[in-house]
């Protein structure tokens, strides 16, 4: 039976989608859960693009023990270099190197010949290869390339010493029947004395992401790249869970396995939407809060009778649970501890200190702590950790029918800062007091609230989402607390120090 490997770019991809921004402490905590959940090779950055994610790819590199982790480069020496800095000290290091194929990017992009192109491929790629063990090409744009070309591209790359050739659906263009035979057409004709592992990266413009990546499983791939809940840029990309769970539940079809453990599905789906501030829908696929539950009749009284009426997939496969974790205000530290571990975090003893605090804070507000609290209680600790602001105290004046005020503090760079501001409303006040302290005006693009778990316990989990006005750079912050107005503050503030902190004037 084939193995399909899992190739996740969350961290890459997926953070190019408006908005998500991890830090590098996020960056880790997410290479860490993906490593438990199975996957293969991680695409940790792009350590060129900036300083901050050659540092991200350098200590996701030193964190994981499993993973190959992997780092993008474009054809160009400087990129290359960049990124064998980052990457050598891996277990397993991966160079991914891509230049574009298709007619469209080639005249109006690069403004290269066909011939220039190739002479490229084969510069960069034995480039590559001589720094890198493992060396992976893409042909950005595949599927508009045109196939004689396409298959000259991926046979100078294997020539030039690559061993991983990625397929990419740059757009988002192709469907399953045409992108199948792309596969089948360069499997068959390329040659090669080592093995060649052909990958799919699919984008979902057309809603075909996962049906393609299956297409190209059908077709000989035996690696899909994808991102966890699909994020990425316009559309997004193959969401790596869909394909794990087509693999597991039609297995009699693919007759295909993988490495992915399913029960920590949901947990790193879990993970994923509450650091990009992305949502998951409620009729996701696998993931979303409907995929296991049933309003009609009909369907109820069958999945009482029997479940598999109704239900291809139970919620404990994907690690959907109905009981929720037995820690209160009572619990220690051991079992907190212990807990802790068991969701596969470690901490020093300074980290565990602080969280622990937090912990029973919040246990003496809640009948009951979940797991999805703890969850965002690390979340939330990591940010303010890593942005080094941190929101002390929300002050509101509030007159009914007229302009509020608030009165905002702040501890930034362990000094305490002080503004207020009035606003038509409560959450405009606040924001426009924490925009005196940062000294900016940024344009507010998304404001939303979540209730974290059910009951008038729950914590509010707000997500917003800030545009720089001069340069368009799009930031994305988290709140979580019981009151609504202070987790909105602290959402505003941690986006506003993220871009503050990027040298972002705005």
């Not at 988002?172 to 792309?182: I, K, M, S």
């Not at 479940?307 to 109905?322: A, M």
């Amino acid at each position: 039976m084939r193995k399909i490997q899992f190739f996740d770019t969350t961290l890459r991809d997926g953070e190019q989608t408006p908005g998500v921004n991890f830090n590098t402490k996020e960056k880790v905590q997410l290479a860490l859960q993906l490593e438990k959940w199975g996957i293969d090779t991680i695409e940790a950055g792009f350590p060129i693009a900036s300083e901050g994610d050659f540092q991200a790819v350098q200590a996701i590199a030193g964190a994981v023990t499993k993973m190959t982790v992997a780092g993008l480069a474009r054809c160009q020496k400087k990129d290359i270099d960049r990124a064998y800095e980052a990457l050598h000290q891996a277990v397993d290091p991966q160079i991914h190197v891509f230049l574009a194929t298709s007619e469209v990017h080639r005249q109006y992009k690069l403004n290269m010949t066909k011939a220039e192109v190739l002479a490229s491929i084969k510069e960069h790629v034995a480039y590559a290869r001589e720094r890198f063990e493992k060396v992976q090409f893409s042909p950005e744009d595949a599927t508009r390339t045109d196939k004689p070309f396409l298959l000259e591209a991926v046979q100078t790359a294997i020539d030039a010493g690559a061993t991983i050739i990625n397929v990419p659906d740059t757009v988002g263009f192709t469907n399953p029947t045409e992108y199948g035979a792309l596969f089948a057409y360069l499997i068959a004709n390329i040659k090669s004395e080592q093995p060649i592992i052909f990958s799919s990266h699919c984008h979902d413009d057309l809603g075909m992401a996962t049906a393609n990546a299956l297409a190209a499983i059908e077709n000989g791939a035996d690696r899909v790249e994808g991102t966890i809940n699909g994020i990425g840029e316009r559309a997004g990309n193959t969401a790596l869970e869909e394909v794990a769970l087509a693999l597991h539940i039609r297995n009699d079809f693919y007759q295909a396995t993988s490495n992915i453990k399913l029960n920590e599905t949901k947990r790193t789906s879990d993970l994923v939407a509450r650091l990009s501030g992305i949502t998951v829908p409620k009729n996701k696929a696998i993931v979303g809060g409907n995929a296991y539950a049933h309003e009609s009749g009909i369907h109820q009284d069958g999945v009482l009778k029997n479940p598999e009426t109704y239900e291809i997939i139970t919620p404990q496969l994907v690690g959907v649970q109905t009981n929720s974790l037995p820690l209160g205000k009572l619990s220690g530290r051991h079992a907190f501890v212990d807990k802790m571990q068991q969701l596969g975090y470690q901490f020093d003893q300074e980290e565990t200190n602080e969280l622990f605090k937090r912990f029973k804070e919040l246990a003496d507000k809640k009948k009951q702590v979940t797991e999805q609290d703890l969850l965002a209680l690390v979340a939330d600790q990591g940010r303010s950790q890593e942005d080094g602001c941190e929101l002390e105290s929300v002050q509101l004046q509030y007159v009914s029918n007229g302009h509020q005020g608030a009165v905002v503090s702040i501890i930034k760079d362990e000094e305490k800062q002080v503004a207020s501001a009035i606003g038509a409303g409560s959450i405009q006040a606040i924001y426009n007091s924490i925009d005196q302290i940062f000294q900016q005006q940024p344009k507010l693009l998304n404001y939303e609230i979540t209730a974290l778990t059910s009951g008038e316990d729950a914590q509010a989990e707000v997500h917003v989402v800030i545009e720089c006005q001069e340069t368009n750079e799009k930031i994305s912050g988290i709140g979580l607390d019981f009151d609504v107005l202070q987790a909105s503050a602290k959402a505003y503030v941690q986006a506003s120090a993220a871009l503050k902190n990027r040298g972002v004037l705005v």
